[in-house]
Structures are given as C-alpha cells and as structure tokens.
C-alpha cells in the first residue's frame, strides 16, 4: 500500500472516530499517522495541493487566539485549548485536504464514515432506551455532541440521495433515504430543539440551491416538500418541548436562563471589549457559577458571544472572516456548471448553516465536533477544487 492510499484509510477512520466520544487517543494516533503520510505524499507527488484556500484567514484566526496567551486570565488553559481547539483542527483540515485528493477517496470516505454514523445511530438509540443518564454519557458523545454530528451529516446524505435520484441508482437511494429515517429517529432522541431548527435552516438552504439547478416542475414538488418538512419540524420541536418539561430538563421557553446568561457575559465583555480574557471554552466560569449556582451554565452557550468573551471584538472579526472565507469558496463551488463540483459548495453551505444555528444556543464546535467540522470542511474544498467524476462514478 502506498502512501496516498495509506493515508486514505487513516483520514476516513480519524472522520469515523470522530463521530463517537471516548476515542480521543484514537484520533490523535490517526492525527499523527496522517500528519507523517501527508508530508510522505506532498514530497512524492507535486500535483497535489498543500495547502487549502482557506489557510490564510485559519492562520490569522489561529495567530490571535495563541497571541491571547499574552493577557490570558488563565494561561495553562489557554495553552492546552489552543492545542486541542486550533492546532489539532487545523491539522486535521491539512491532513483531510491533501488524502481528499487521491482519485479513489470518495471509494473509501462515503461507507467508512457512512458506517460510523449507522454505527453510532444504533448506540445513541441503544442509550436512549436505557435511561436519559446513561444516553447522556454513551458512546456517542450525549445529546449535544450526537446532534452536531447528524447536522453535519445530513446534507451529505441528502445530497448523495439526490445525485443518485438524478442518475436513477435506486439502491444509492433507498440507502440513503434509510440513513436519513435513522438520522431523524436518532435525532428525536436528543431532545434537543435547536437539532430541528438547525435541519430547517440547512433545508431552506439546501432546496433553495437545487431549486436554482433544477427545472421547473421538479422546483414545485420540491418547495411542496420543504414546506412539509419545516412545518413537521415545528411540531417535533413542540412535541421534544413538552417532553423535556414532563421530564423536568427544560422550562417554558421564555424562561430559558441563557437569556440571563447572555446578558451576563455581555457585561463581563465590556470590561475587555477588543481582547477578551484569553483563548479558551469557558473562562468566565468561575464568576458565571457564583452567579447562578448552575453546574451547566459554566460557559455562554454562544459561539459568537463565547469568541468575543474569549478573544474580543478582533477574535470575532478574524472568526467571521474565517467563516466568509468557507461561503465564499462554498458559493464559487455552487456556482460552478459541474454538477458534482456545485454538490461539493451546496453541502459545504448546509453544512456550515446548520452547525452555526447548532451553536447559537450552545457552544459545542469543540473536540471531536471541532474536528469532523473542520475534516470535512478540507474534504470538500478539495473535492471542489479537483475534478469529481471519480466521486460521481462512486455516488452513482
């Protein structure tokens, strides 16, 4: 096995472990192997690109968050967080750019990962008939993890099922319209509301791009489908509400705490308004906890709101340039007249739709999250980059 095909494999089972918690060894001993195959390929191969087009804005963001060190309330807990929430994801970006670009990677990414998620589908439903404690510490990684890893998930589901509709391969599609079943049974077990406004958003998202690429009368039923879907979508939110109040884990929703949160943090950030307090998840928790006396409101369930309290005004910029970085190549992909290579910008879109409105209510691009994320964020800007009727044969 030669190094390309070598580092393959180990990218789409760091993306598979990814989906699971408890597996941080594991990611880190694939991380390392992929970083020493993707140095082994770029040394032997010129043709593959080293670096993705959006490294220039994750370089600046990168920077500013280890410069925080400086005024940093907590130094150790910087140091560590950026190693785990900058270094390890960028890493991960480099490492899943350079094997997406190996002709036959689509061949070994789409039933690894695909598996993973079947897989951990089975132990968060398993978990769920347990008990609500043990689905909380599952393999899966708990409500909040499970639910990131379907939002990013999804649209590739989606939109595999719909190349393969195009193309008439039924068995693609039953496969995947079966995923999406699983997807949405493993979803409801969540109990996590923001989990269906985050599918509604990356729907409108997504039937709006194919909408531009279809004709007409396909364009009709679709919008006739969307509509049902986000008015079910409302209904599921209804009906997790009532059972997370029956079950005593929420109140009503205008009694959410994290509006009082929100506007704490908002008050602490007015103390350092253009640096914050230093790279890190959850450094206002000490004065956030002898505030409120809540063991689960020890952050600002924010990204925004967290990245300016953690880096300031300027972090959030440099985040948010970021961000616009990803849509910009996501809409220059959309735009392109190859099918497949619009499908690469379409799901980068969604996806980045739906774990943004994930984090308005918490702040869980993190960890592995932070790591699929960013994974599958380098996998389909060299999809984009690169020809895909490699992918499309394999999709097909």
């Known amino acids: 096995m030669n190094a390309q095909k070598a580092l393959t494999w180990v990218v789409a089972l760091l993306l598979g472990a990814c989906l699971f918690a408890h597996t941080v060894s594991l990611r880190l001993l694939l991380l390392a192997l992929g970083i020493v195959l993707a140095g082994i390929v770029l040394a032997r191969n010129r043709e593959v690109r080293a670096l993705p ?35 390890y994801a960028g890493a991960t970006l480099w490492v899943c750019f350079v094997a997406a670009q190996a002709r036959e990677a ?60 195009r193309r008439g391969s039924r068995s693609v599609m039953a496969v995947c319209a079966a995923i999406t079943a699983l997807f949405l049974a493993s979803g409801y077990a969540t109990l996590t509301r923001t989990l269906w406004l985050g599918f509604a958003v990356e729907l409108i998202v997504f039937g709006g791009w194919l909408l531009l690429r279809t004709r007409r009368a396909v364009a009709l039923r679709t919008g006739m489908v969307a509509i049902a879907l ?27 705490p994290r509006f009082t949160l929100w506007s704490e943090a908002l008050q602490q950030v007015r103390e350092r308004p253009l640096v914050g307090y230093g790279f890190g998840r959850g450094m206002l928790r000490q004065s956030l906890n002898e505030k409120f006396n809540a063991p689960l409101l020890w952050h600002t369930h924010n990204l925004f709101l967290e990245t300016v309290v953690q880096l300031g005004i300027l972090g959030l910029f440099l985040l948010l340039f970021l961000l616009g970085a990803i849509a910009r190549e996501a809409w220059r992909f959309a735009h392109d007249a190859d099918e497949l290579r619009a499908a690469c910008g379409i799901v980068l879109m969604v996806v980045m739709a739906g774990i943004l409105v994930r984090n308005t209510t918490d702040v869980l691009l993190v960890r592995q999250n932070a790591l699929l994320f960013w994974g599958l964020t380098g996998v389909l800007l060299a999809w984009g980059e690169r020809s895909t009727h490699t992918l499309g044969a394999r999709i097909g």
């Open 230 to 256: 986000l008015l079910g979508a409302g209904i599921v939110v209804l009906s997790i509400q009532a059972d997370r109040e029956a079950m005593g884990a929420a109140g009503q929703f205008d009694q959410d």
């Open 53 to 87: 087009p959006i490294w220039i804005p994750f370089a600046l963001w990168a920077a500013w968050a280890a410069l925080s060190l400086a005024w940093s309330i907590e130094p150790e807990r910087t140091v560590k967080e950026w190693r785990s929430e900058v270094f």
């Open 106 to 165: 689509a061949k070994v990414f789409l039933p690894v990962v695909g598996l993973a998620a079947v897989a951990a589908c089975a132990v968060a439903l398993y978990s769920a008939s347990t008990g609500w404690v043990n689905y909380q510490q599952g393999l899966h990684g708990g409500p909040g993890n499970h639910s990131s890893v379907l939002l990013m998930l999804m649209p590739c589901v989606l939109l595999i099922g719909w190349h393969a509709a």
